[in-house]
């Protein structure tokens, strides 16, 4: 009896990392939120610390979140197999960009 795909540990850690890395958007944004409500609370009572706070805190939050989304994605490009591709996959040909017109070229 094999072990089947993705039950050693790198394949439990890429399940781990993928809930936490559709968690972490939302929890972002409720940071982003708690900061705008803190920073109109802010100014609606005239500079209160006690908002100022509640600013410094989402603050803390927000770069806190970010890093740990960082150190994901560090993580999950250690585990991949794609090496040190960070485009993951994507190759020559793959992407096309559209075709501008400018007015100098006569084009219109």
Known sequence: MGISKGTDLAGLVRIIIGYIDQLIPVLIALALVYF????VRYIKNRGDVKYRTAIA????ALFVLLSV???????TNSLSNTGSDPW???REGDFTAPAVNY????AY
């Open 36 to 39: 705008f409500i803190g920073v």
């Open 57 to 60: 805190w989402s603050l803390v």
């Open 69 to 75: 989304w960082g150190i994901l994605r560090i993580l």
């Open 88 to 90: 993951h996959g994507l």
């Open 103 to 106: 007015p100098w070229d006569g």
